[in-house]
């Protein structure tokens, strides 16, 4: 699955601090070495490496971040009175109230930072939330953000706001385009209620995909139960899987066992696992998938990058 990194990242912010300096009088004020402030609201503070990288891309883009003030610090050209510098706050992920505080403490009640940019939030419910008050004329902040609501992107909603990640639209409309090039007409959906990936994407495929396939929703109670023996059975080919995490290494491998890879099967993945180290086991000792079985089996399919569930 692919993340952010720190250079990416790093060409983000400096697009967000040069649209910030062609605004109408942001250089307006006097005094050498005046300082303004960009904070960054993430799922987590930077100094909290313990953190999969799954679980948070706080660690990619903090660095990232760092360097394009760095950048612009070191540039007699572009706020040649100023210096930047990066704050750090939690934004919640989806408990928005977290973000709205933290926001509003920064930009009220720390005497003597003018925040002039927001780095995230990292999840959608928290970016509209931060968005629609950096939004407003008296405050009017430039926020880069992660999250991947489609709606994120209308600007008369959120004149400021601007995404490094695509919406979660952009994922559901490829994955659309790849049925009609391959003229594809049935599938099956797999899917589990405790382990699914992406939940907005869910909803849009089974929208989208109206008029170009018909669909066969395959679930259980147990992600590690999936009945891939009942396709196995039917005509279906094309399976599009909204599995994350373990319940997606395991159908994968039992998927591998089964022979129910390419080329006799098409397998879409919304979330692409490629953590090949360890061995996985399915149903107790009958099937057991090394890492190599495993990634065999990932690179036979099709992946679909969502890197925020959110």
């Given amino acids: ?123 959608s419910d928290s970016t509209k939330v931060v968005a629609s008050i950096t939004g407003r004329p008296e405050i009017a902040l430039i926020n880069v953000h992660l999250g991947s609501a489609p709606e994120l992107a209308d600007r008369t909603l959120y004149p400021y706001s601007y995404g490094i990640r695509p919406p979660t639209s952009a994922n559901v409309d490829a994955v659309i385009a790849l049925f009609r090039y391959n003229k594809w007409t049935q599938a099956a959906v797999l899917y589990n209620s405790e382990m699914l990936v992406d939940y907005n994407s869910f909803l849009l495929f089974q929208e989208k995909i109206i008029g170009t396939a018909n669909l066969t929703y395959t679930s259980s109670a147990s992600p590690t139960q999936l009945p891939l023996e009942q396709l196995r059975r039917s005509y279906v080919r094309v399976i599009v899987s909204f599995l994350r995490d373990e319940a997606l290494k395991r159908v994968l491998c039992l998927a591998y066992f089964k022979n129910m890879t390419y080329p006799r099967y098409q397998w879409i993945l919304f979330e692409r696992n490629d953590d090949s180290n360890v061995s996985f086991s399915y149903e107790g000792n009958q099937y057991e998938c090394s890492g190599e079985q495993l990634v065999t089996t990932l690179n036979q399919s099709i992946g679909i990058q969502s890197d925020n569930p959110y």
């Fill in 1 to 123: 699955m692919a993340v952010l990194c720190a250079g990416s990242t790093r060409q983000a912010i400096l697009l967000l601090l040069l649209i910030f300096v062609g605004r109408d009088g942001v250089c307006a004020q006097s005094g050498k070495n005046h300082t303004l402030y960009l904070l960054s609201l993430l799922s987590y503070p930077n100094n909290n490496t313990s953190l999969e990288p799954s679980i948070s891309d706080a660690n990619y883009i903090i660095p990232g971040a760092h360097l394009a003030v760095s950048d612009i610090n070191n540039r007699s050209d572009v706020l040649a009175d100023y210096r930047l510098e990066l704050l750090t706050a939690d934004d919640g992920c989806n408990i928005e109230w977290i973000a709205l505080v933290n926001l509003i403490d920064y930009l009220y009640y720390k005497e003597g930072k003018q925040i002039v940019g927001i780095v995230g939030p990292e999840c």
